[in-house]
């Protein structure tokens, strides 16, 4: 049986950016073994791209829900997307 692994693009939107809230999506990508990027976004909210088995993905976006302590989630907006297994680790990226 081969690995399902999907790609997972989410949004999440509230008090986001200057909270460390990328470091803490790194972090839990990281230990999770995800693979893919976050990065900060010109409106305020905060985008992550990551790919790996569906299961561990939706493990990652309830910590995006919970964020870093300092945070405030005002909204988390997911979209599943199929895998293009283009990423070989997880990083943080500039600001777009």
Do not use: C
């Not at 791209?49 to 976006?61: K, R």
């Not at 309830?62 to 870093?68: A, I, V």
Request: proline share 4%.
């Amino acid at each position: 049986m081969t690995e399902v692994v999907k790609r997972l693009h989410v949004i999440v939107e509230g008090r986001v950016q200057g909270v460390g809230f990328r470091y803490f999506v790194q972090e839990t990508a990281i230990e999770l073994e995800l693979k893919g990027w976050v990065r900060n976004r010109w409106d305020g909210s905060v985008e992550v791209l990551v790919e790996g088995d569906p299961d561990v993905l939706n493990q990652l976006l309830e910590e995006l829900h919970r964020g870093p302590r300092s945070s405030i989630i005002e909204r988390v907006i997911p979209q599943w997307l199929p895998a293009t297994g283009e990423f070989s680790r997880f990083s943080v990226r500039s600001t777009a």
